[in-house]
């Protein structure tokens, strides 16, 4: 055990051994060991997007095991995904991975106004296949958000229960929303903030954009000149939001870029801003393996320290 991973370990005073030692498994596992840092392999892009659109890119990504040996040939923390997705490889590779169960999930066959997510696998389906977590996504800005909230809370009290850790997905969206707001620092901060006083272990969160979605919001980065100009502020803002740094937060690599510059560059600035790492599905997945693995390995040594 690094002293980085034990006063990481000590934020989360109130959790019980059995969830300190699978948080404990994703923090020291894959190339990124015990820095403190990490990057996550996401695939729920299947259930969120529609197949094709996720695994048409790159057709290996229809079988589960695919990713599985991706995240583990690239030396990642953890492999995240379904229940059907960890149900088609726990057993193969078992012990080599650590695992995050997706909990709840929706999909994108109706057109909606407020997203909603429906729950897809158990605390219990946690336990039998081996996960060290459960994921949960929430929406904060929706209609439907103080529902999701409630049954958030529940769900993450059973798994704590059951010495998992708990790594929400916070995307706020919504009929509450502008687009652009889904974004803004101020919304993003915000939801860190929420997933932050839900008790997550680690959350997850997109890039915030410049943009100030609520005029209150905006008067205090005014009056204090909170600096949100570069990226690496924007992170280090929304850092502060989740406990000033005493929870877990990796951002989300969003839909595939063709620029491997800008994802780079993005990479840079999570570090630089004091953010723990990246969780990075489509940008990885959606390449032929070769390409995936050249372009995890620059991100891995970008958080290492081994690339400026």
Wanted: aromatic content about 8%; glycine content about 10%; overall charge neutral.
């Amino acid at each position: 055990m690094t002293e980085t991973v034990r006063q990481i370990l000590s934020n989360y005073g109130s959790d019980n051994p059995g969830t300190l030692n699978n948080l404990a498994r994703i923090l020291n596992h894959g190339r990124l060991g015990g820095t403190g840092k990490m990057v996550i392999l996401p695939v729920d892009q299947g259930w969120e997007h529609g197949p094709v659109r996720s695994f048409g890119p790159n057709p290996a990504g229809y079988d589960p095991r695919y990713h599985f040996e991706l995240a583990i040939e690239a030396g990642l923390n953890a492999y995240a995904a379904p229940l059907g997705f960890l149900e088609a490889g726990a057993r193969e590779f078992a012990g080599d991975l650590p695992l995050i169960l997706k909990a709840n999930n929706h999909d994108l066959l109706a057109d909606e106004k407020d997203s909603w997510q429906a729950l897809t696998a158990s605390v219990e389906d946690a336990v039998r296949l081996g996960c060290c977590a459960i994921g949960l996504t929430i929406y904060p800005g929706s209609a439907m958000r103080m529902e999701m909230y409630e049954k958030l809370r529940g769900y993450a009290e059973l798994a704590k229960k059951a010495g998992l850790a708990v790594v929400v997905w916070s995307y706020p969206r919504g009929s509450q929303l502008s687009k652009e707001g889904e974004t803004a620092i101020d919304v993003c901060g915000y939801a860190a903030q929420i997933a932050a006083q839900l008790g997550a272990h680690i959350i997850k969160v997109k890039l915030p954009s410049n943009h100030i979605e609520q005029d209150a919001a905006r008067k205090v980065f005014e009056k204090e000149q909170i600096p949100i100009t570069t990226l690496a502020e924007r992170v280090r803002n929304v850092m502060q939001c989740a406990f000033n740094g005493r929870r877990l937060v990796v951002f989300s690599g969003g839909a595939k870029k063709e620029d491997d510059n800008a994802i780079f560059d993005e990479a840079r600035a999570i570090r630089d801003g004091g953010g723990n790492g990246s969780i990075i599905g489509r940008n990885s997945f959606q390449r032929k393996k070769a390409d995936a693995l050249k372009l995890l390995d620059t991100i891995v040594n970008i958080y290492a320290g081994k690339v400026k």
